[in-house]
C-alpha cells in the first residue's frame, strides 16, 4: 500500500502512534491547527529550518527511508548545536509522492523520531502535502539557550584560533562514491564508512552547549556547505581574514583513499565540499583550556587546531610554502 491509497488524516494518526507521549514542556503536540509550548524563563528561542529536496539532497534508490528521516533532523540540530542552543521542538513538513510506499512512510517518520529523541526534543506537528514529483522533507527545529550565551559567527577576532571537530570529507566522499554507481554491498571499509557518514551527519548539541555554557569560544558555524565556506563565512562576519594549515586539516581516512584512487588533491576536495555538518569554532587564547575541557565533558569530542583569524580580509590556506586562497565552498545554485 502506498501514501497515495491513504489519507492525511490516517498518516497523521501513524506519526501521533510512532511519536508517543506528549514531552514535558509540551502543553499541545500533534492533532491541533498549531502546537502549543511553554516557553522557557530566562532563555531565547533559536528557530531554524531546513528542507531536503529529492533528487538534489538525496535519491531513494541510494538512500533506505529511515537514513532520509533521520539525516533530515540531524541538518537541522547542526543548526542549534552552532548556536549553543538545547533542542526543544520538531515540526515536519512532508510533501508525498503519491507512490510512496507505507513501509517507507514509516521508516522515514521513525527515522525523524528516533533523532529527535536523542536530543532531548519532541515531535510537536507539522504538515503534509501530495507531492507531483519528488519527496521533500522540511524539518523546523527550535531550541533555547541563555541570551548570553548564544554563539553566533560574528565574534572572532585577530589571533582566536580555528579548531574544528571530527574528521573532514567523509560525508562528501561518500556522495561521490554513491553517483559512482559503485555496489555498496561491495565496498571496502574506508568508502562504506563515508556512505554511511554521508547518510546520517554527527549529532554535536551537548557539545555546542557546553562550548556555549563554559563562554570558550567566540564565534561558531556548523559545516553544512563546507569547511571553506564555513571559515570565510566566520572570518567575513568578525571583519577579519583567516589563515589554515593545510597539514592540519584532519582529512577522514576513507575520503582521502576515495579521492587518491581518482587523482584528486584529498585537502581540496575535504575542505571545498559539503555535507561534513561537523562544527568549526573561534577560540580566544585565554579559552582554550575551557574549550579543550567542554569537549572532555560533551563526551570526548575531537577537536583539531586548523589555523587562525588573521588581521585584513584575506582567507588563505598553505601548504608548506604553497600560500593560496581558500577554495569556495559548496555552491547551491552553481552552473552546471
Not at 491509497?5 to 500533534?30: F, H, N, V
Not at 533528487?55 to 539525516?71: D, Q
Request: contains cysteine.
Amino acid at each position: 500500500m502506498n501514501v497515495g491509497e491513504s489519507s492525511e488524516t490516517l498518516l497523521i494518526q501513524r506519526i501521533r502512534d510512532r511519536a508517543g507521549a506528549t514531552a514535558p514542556g509540551i502543553t499541545l503536540g500533534i492533532g491541533d491547527d498549531a502546537a502549543v509550548v511553554e516557553p522557557v524563563r530566562g532563555r531565547s528561542d533559536v528557530i531554524t529550518t531546513d528542507t531536503l529536496v529529492e533528487g538534489v539532497h538525496f535519491k531513494r534508490e541510494w538512500s533506505a527511508a529511515r537514513a532520509i528521516g533521520r539525516k533530515a533532523v540531524l541538518v537541522s540540530l547542526s543548526d542549534l548545536s552552532a548556536m549553543g542552543a538545547a533542542p526543544r521542538t520538531v515540526l515536519l513538513s512532508l510533501c508525498l509522492p503519491a507512490s510512496l510506499l507505507l513501509d517507507d512512510f514509516d521508516a522515514l517518520i521513525d527515522g525523524v523520531i528516533v533523532e529527535t529523541h536523542a536530543a532531548g526534543a519532541a515531535l510537536v506537528g507539522g504538515n503534509i502535502s501530495a507531492s507531483p514529483g519528488p519527496l521533500v522533507v522540511t524539518v523546523t527545529a527550535t531550541g533555547s539557550v541563555h541570551p548570553r550565551r548564544v554563539l553566533r559567527r560574528d565574534g572572532g577576532s585577530p589571533g582566536h584560533s580555528l579548531y574544528v571537530t571530527g574528521k573532514i570529507g567523509g560525508a562528501s566522499a561518500g556522495l561521490d562514491v554513491l553517483a559512482s554507481g559503485a555496489d555498496r554491498r561491495t565496498l571496502a571499509a574506508g568508502p562504506a564508512a563515508c556512505v554511511e557518514r554521508y547518510e546520517v551527519p554527527p549529532q554535536l548539541v551537548a557539545f555546542g552547549r557546553m562550548v556555549a555554557g563554559y563562554r570558550a569560544a567566540s564565534a561558531c558555524m556548523d559545516l553544512s556547505d563546507g569547511l571553506a565556506d564555513a571559515v570565510r563565512q566566520v572570518a567575513a562576519a568578525s571583519k577579519t581574514g583567516a589563515s589554515i594549515e593545510g597539514s592540519s586539516v584532519p582529512i577522514d581516512e576513507g575520503a582521502a583513499t576515495v579521492w587518491e584512487a581518482t587523482g584528486a588533491d584529498p585537502l581540496i576536495r575535504a575542505i571545498a565540499g559539503g555535507e561534513d555538518y561537523e562544527l568549526l569554532f573561534a577560540v580566544p587564547p585565554k579559552r582554550r583550556r575551557s574549550f579543550f575541557a567542554a569537549a572532555t565533558k560533551a563526551g570526548g569530542i575531537r577537536v583539531t587546531r586548523i589555523g587562525e583569524l588573521t588581521t585584513g580580509s584575506a582567507c588563505v590556506i598553505s601548504q608548506g610554502e604553497d600560500v593560496r586562497p581558500i577554495p569556495d565552498g559548496f555552491k547551491h545554485f552553481a552552473a552546471k
